[in-house]
């Protein structure tokens, strides 16, 4: 078993690498994407700050709640989109019939799909997440460990979401909008504090769209550290992941039987 | 000893049918209708270990849904199949070990970066250890003579470069049996005749068995000893290729450029489709009528600037085993 999680760590590496490379490969576009990230999110934050001069706090939330929050949630997108990129484009990889490349291979399918491609962007996001988290928190190493532990967590529920809702082609059709606009709808809610929703959104937010998992409860562990909470998250993704498998593999059975609606058969 | 044994396959898709127009569309909206199309229809045959077996048809015929079954990607509605003694839909990663496929059409390597990156990362796929993946890759790229460009992008390389380094991707794992479809779509004749070589030895100094798809009469001619013709999803020809070629492959189209003004001419052994002053364009047959014996019609009444020969069309040849009388068309013991 230990071997086998080697071998699956080397392959998932190997990806890493040859993405990373292929992004390098035109060094002022990769430069740029990451420094425009980075911008772009320090913009969002700034309108905050802007709020938070005129209030003192929303909801029980201050500014530095929402700058962790910040930093998790854009750790736990980056962590998707560095490891996991193919998520973002699973529906047009089912609609064009780009699985046959991965089922013609021998390494599980939907982990191959899920490590082929990595956005280069991501570097910003992630940059961004380290730098805001130092800024508020000034952490010790075993600190920094526990926040790359929960923004990895984080990017495995925000990958499975993804998987579940870009899985829907596989019954539907082109649904790539439709599941663009879920992933789009979890990620929004991330970006928005607790404290600021009724009770019943805030079940919605821990169950059906289940952004309290990618930054409410971080935020809350990296507050007031609770071995119960960090156990929630960690059932909570490892649940996720393997209901997304599930569902992704019951589709992957019509996707081989060619009767996908989207799928042009003939040769 | 058969590596590859397919028994009655056979394969329907249902598809959406809907009526033309905006109409036909909501309706279908309101109240889908599915039809049901045959893509491959109860096919049988065997290919030996070490084979080179040329599967051909027009578009639609079957080919790729064929190869998908026997890759594993996709499952059959009916009959039975093995690959290397596994049944491809049942045991798909661990057939994948073992054998090698190219799609002509859609790229298994990284646009961005050299080949050998990679083949590199294809070697951690397949799970070849450090030394003999460095070993391997010294054989492919003797074999494949990709020392010139392999550490170049793969965006700079030319189609046929391309296609040398996507075949040479597909056999560092030494796969016994490897699917190639159309790996010559595209490319100009010089490149052509590379891939074909290389084919070749392919074959002859690693004893691959290889199963090949293409829309080329000249692949098939110069590659295969047998072939297989599939049409509307059924086998209708199975022979060896020297009796494709001395049966069907006949027709030749010329076009000649004139050196000087020729306003009268005339052939007999040849039916003439367009004739300018500045060139003519005709068909023959070879069944019935040798190059030679046109060229020496054509020599002797004009002066020649340029001759090229096209092949015929997949379609061509389909229609003319069609139109032979019944039992011409049928199975043919491979030779």
Same mark, same amino acid.
């Given at each position: 078993m230990f071997t086998e999680a080697k071998r699956v760590v080397r392959f998932v590496f190997q990806y890493f690498s040859a993405n990373l490379q292929s992004a390098m490969e035109y060094r002022g576009a990769f430069l740029s994407q990451v420094v425009f990230m980075f911008l772009n999110n320090l913009m969002l934050l700034f309108f905050w700050w802007v709020l938070f001069t005129q209030i003192e706090s929303l909801n029980g939330w201050s500014f530095e709640h929402v700058m962790l929050l910040y930093a998790v949630a854009s750790g736990a997108y980056a962590c998707q989109a560095l490891l996991f990129g193919g998520s973002f484009s699973l529906s047009r990889a089912v609609a064009e019939g780009r699985l046959d490349f991965y089922l013609a291979l021998p390494k599980p399918v939907l982990l191959h799909v899920l490590i082929s491609r990595s956005s280069a962007s991501a570097w910003g996001d992630l940059a961004f997440s380290l730098v805001i988290f130092a800024l508020t928190t000034a952490p010790s190493p075993g600190q920094l460990l526990g926040f790359l532990i929960l923004i990895l967590a984080g990017g495995v529920v925000t990958t499975s979401f993804a998987v579940l809702a870009h899985s829907l082609s596989f019954w539907l059709g082109h649904s790539e909008q439709l599941a663009g606009q879920l992933t789009e709808a979890l990620l929004t809610f991330s970006?928005?504090?607790?404290?600021?929703?009724?009770a019943t959104t805030r079940l919605v937010l821990y169950t059906a769209i289940p952004a309290g998992f990618v930054s409410y409860l971080p935020v809350r562990i990296l507050k007031d550290f609770g071995l119960a909470h960090v156990g929630m998250l960690l059932v909570f993704a490892l649940g996720l992941a393997v209901a997304a498998r599930l569902v992704f593999y019951r589709g992957l059975r019509r996707y081989e039987s060619g009767n996908l609606v989207v799928i042009n058969a003939l040769d | 000893m058969a590596v590859i044994e397919v028994n009655g396959l056979h394969k329907v898709f249902r598809t959406k049918a809907k009526e033309p127009g905006l109409r036909g569309s909501v309706r279908s909206l309101l109240r889908p209708a599915y039809s049901e199309v045959?893509?491959?229809?109860?096919i049988s045959f065997a290919v030996e270990a070490g084979e080179l077996l040329a599967f051909i048809g027009p578009n639609g015929a079957g080919k790729s849904t064929t190869i998908k079954m026997l890759t594993g990607i996709l499952n059959p509605t009916a009959g039975t199949a093995q690959v290397l003694g596994l049944v491809p839909w049942e045991a798909r990663r661990q057939l994948a070990y073992t054998i090698g496929s190219v799609f002509?059409?859609?790229?298994? #390597?990284?646009?961005?970066?050299?080949?050998l990156d990679s083949f590199r990362l294809l070697g951690s796929i397949y799970e070849i250890a450090g030394r003999d993946l460095a070993k391997r890759l010294d054989q492919v790229v003797e074999l494949f003579e990709l020392a010139e460009f392999?550490? +170049?992008?793969?965006?700079? #390389?030319s189609l046929g470069q391309r296609m040398r380094c996507e075949i040479a991707a597909s056999i560092l794992h030494r796969p016994k049996v490897i699917f190639l479809d159309?790996? +010559?779509? @595209? #490319?100009d004749v010089v490149a052509k005749l590379k891939i074909r070589e290389l084919i070749k030895r392919l074959n002859e100094e690693e004893k691959t068995t290889i199963f090949l798809t293409s829309h080329d009469a000249g692949d098939i001619e110069q590659l295969c000893k047998r072939v297989i013709v599939i049409n509307h999803g059924e086998i209708i020809l199975d022979t060896s290729t020297s009796y494709l070629r001395h049966n069907y492959l006949t027709t030749r189209i010329v076009n000649v450029k004139f050196a000087a003004p020729c306003p009268e001419l005339r052939l007999f052994h040849a039916e003439i489709l367009k004739h300018t002053e500045k060139g003519v364009k005709f068909r023959i047959n070879t069944r019935f009528t040798s190059i030679e014996e046109v060229l020496g019609e054509l020599f002797a009444q004009a002066d020649i600037e340029d001759i090229s020969v096209e092949e015929p069309a997949m379609e061509e040849v389909i229609r003319d085993i069609y139109g032979?009388?019944?039992?011409? @068309?049928e199975q043919h013991a491979a030779g």
């Open positions: 970006l928005y504090p607790e404290g600021i929703f009724s | 045959v893509a491959v229809k109860d002509g059409q859609k790229s298994q #390597l990284w646009y961005h970066l050299p080949a392999i550490k +170049t992008p793969v965006r700079k #390389l159309e790996p +010559t779509i @595209g #490319l032979r009388p019944a039992g011409e @068309g």
